[in-house]
């Protein structure tokens, strides 16, 4: 018999078919009244309206048309009665990544979070051996279904999680069977992730809570995701993908939960968004200096007798988004003729204190690589000699350590913007209108946006205490050293966050600026990126609600557009240059 998932606001039933000529509006009945009776409502009958949606590929369900013609044995379809249906706007990958283990890229793997690739496998060997090791056939139990902590990791991280234990599994150290990497490339391929915790991890012994969850889905236990299905009962969801949940082999419960991949997951992300604000950063810098009518004297010869990378490279991008012999700046014009020797720290310290960033973000990156294409879990077996060794290899501590300093790195960039949207909003340090507002008396202008940015940078402060300076002794003093990396991992994201957040208000901030110095035009990269800002937050001519700006600024720097923007000008001042 024909079986069916049916989800009525949130929630899921598995309704069978009554028979081959049953329609998908008898389907509707029989699910309704499950619904009902599950919530003890009262039963509306059978002149009810509602539409039905297949979730797979979205297409409205004619209620008349027989179920076994429209719709698959497990089959997930969405009612709604009462309420707009929302098309699944889920696109399949086409395109694949190859793992082995070796190469695996933290952009490649933000990407792969994103749902933008399926994967397959480049090369993979693995030998079983037969002898007395810990986790191999000493009896490693149920312990994945006895770890059960809470709050949720996001379905995108989730998927980065299952596929880089997959590129770990695939360098063929982890005595793993072929028949399970497969099902496990599958399920990715599919979209099916298990309900994963975010937090529970020490990051030693490895992630085991949250990798412990993953591999619970993975068996056909607990809750499970697939864009189709939404979240239900894993077996379902498997099932409803053609898959079968995995029957565990000598060595693969412990292979599967014993590893740093959830601290290197989220450690990828937290530096794949740092590199994207850490250069917009520099655009944003500009765009303020230009505002507060700063001199671009401290941006040439002097970083040639420092020559730290990232203090040249920062040095060099400023250069190519304000210098006026190839985009001319009428505002610099304006005050070409001021006396003014030096600008405040904020300013002509751009690229000394975002250049180190952008150094420690490139230390962090190294290291984050390395640990997505390493073994870290325990025992480690060698075909080529025939052993299976008991290491260390899943303690945390090198990202861990790595994260700590990517959030004490990043969190500057905060910093040193807060400290020109002061310079920015206070008309004692700008000359512009307080706040940035025509009457100042009415209206509070971008005072409170400052605040924000205030507090944002004080939380910061709190965040970048180190997690990996602390150590509890867990599994009764075995393991008596841990690193502490999931948080580390966390926090690291959230400052991140806190900082894309902050310069999403100097660049509201700094284009406001703009306001007050025309019919004055800036250069031509820095004009784009106003008209960029333009395009989504309107100019501030009296107080209205700021959050939606912030919001919109912000996202205009996570899907890197402000770099985008201004990436083909500096490409030509290069070229110029060199011409």
């Known amino acids: 018999m024909r079986r069916v998932s049916v989800c009525i ?114 090369y993979w060997c693995v030998s079983f051996l037969t002898i007395v090791a810990y986790g191999v056939n000493t009896g490693f139990g149920k312990f994945a279904r006895t770890i059960i902590p809470k709050e949720q990791l996001a379905v995108e991280r989730t998927r980065m999680l299952l ?46 809570a949250p990798l412990a969850h993953l591999t619970l889905g993975l068996m056909g236990e607990g809750r499970m995701w697939s864009p189709q299905s939404s979240w ?11 898959l079968k949940p995995l029957v565990l082999k000598p060595k693969e419960g412990i292979a599967l939960i014993n590893g740093t991949q959830l601290i290197s997951s989220l450690g990828a992300e937290a530096v794949e968004r740092a590199v994207g ?47 006026s012999d190839v985009f001319p700046s009428q505002i610099s014009e304006s005050h070409r003729s001021c006396n003014r020797v030096q600008d405040a720290y904020t300013l002509r310290c751009i690229p000394q204190v975002h250049g180190v960033v952008n150094d420690t973000i490139a230390f962090v990156q190294n290291v984050i690589s390395t640990e997505l294409n390493s073994a870290t879990d325990n025992p480690l077996v060698f075909a080529e000699t025939g052993e299976t060794i008991s290491g260390g290899n899943f303690h945390g501590e090198y990202p861990a350590k790595a994260l700590d300093y990517l959030a004490i790195g990043v969190h500057e960039l905060a910093s040193i913007s807060e400290r020109r949207i002061e310079r920015l909003v206070n008309p004692a340090l700008s000359e512009l209108p307080a706040f940035l507002v025509q009457d100042g008396g009415l209206n509070s202008g ?20 180190p997690s ?47 306001e007050f110095l025309r019919p004055l035009k800036t250069t031509t990269p820095l004009e784009k990126v106003y008209e960029l800002l333009r395009s989504v937050v309107s100019p501030w001519d009296r107080d209205r609600i ?16 402000v770099w985008e923007t201004v ?3 500096m490409d030509e001042y290069r070229t110029k240059l060199t011409a």
């Open 9 to 122: 606001r949130g929630e899921w039933f598995r309704v069978p078919c009554s028979g081959p000529r049953a329609s998908v509006q008898s389907l509707g009945f029989e699910a309704l009244q499950r619904y009902h009776q599950a919530k003890k409502l009262e039963d509306g009958g059978r002149d009810m309206e509602f539409s039905m949606r297949r979730c797979w590929g979205g297409e409205l369900l004619h209620p008349e048309d027989k179920a076994e013609d429209v719709l698959e044995d497990d089959d997930f379809v969405q009612l709604g009665k009462g309420f707009q249906l929302i098309p699944n706007s889920y696109q399949e990958p086409k395109e694949y990544i190859s793992l082995d283990g070796n190469s695996l890229t933290t952009a490649d793997l933000v990407n792969l979070g994103r749902g933008l690739f399926k994967i397959k496998i480049l």
């Open 163 to 208: 596929v880089l234990r997959i590129n770990v599994l695939a360098k063929g150290h982890s005595g793993i069977s072929m028949e399970t990497l497969d099902a496990m490339i599958k399920a990715f391929n599919a979209s099916c992730l298990s309900w994963v915790p975010e937090k529970g991890t020490v990051g030693a012994s490895g992630d085991l």
């Open 232 to 242: 239900a009962d894993a077996r379902a969801v498997l099932e409803g993908h053609g």
């Open 277 to 323: 604000v850490a250069r917009q950063a520099d655009v944003i810098g500009a765009l303020t200096l230009e505002a507060l009518k700063g001199t671009t004297k401290a941006f040439h010869t002097i970083h040639a007798v420092r020559p730290h990378p990232g203090q040249m490279m920062v040095a060099g991008r400023l250069r190519s988004l304000l210098d």
């Open 446 to 465: 971008f005072m409170i946006a400052h605040c924000t940015a205030a507090a944002l940078v004080s939380e910061n402060k709190a965040l970048c205490h």
């Open 468 to 514: 990996s300076v602390d150590s509890l002794s867990t599994s009764a003093a075995t393991e008596d050293h841990v690193s502490m990396g999931g948080w580390a991992a966390r926090k690291a994201l959230r400052v991140v966050e806190h900082v894309e957040q902050v310069l999403a208000i100097e660049l509201l901030a700094a284009c406001q600026a703009l």
């Open 546 to 561: 700021m959050s939606p700006d912030i919001e919109a600024a912000h996202t205009l720097i996570k899907q890197q557009k």
């Open 567 to 569: 990436q083909p000008y």
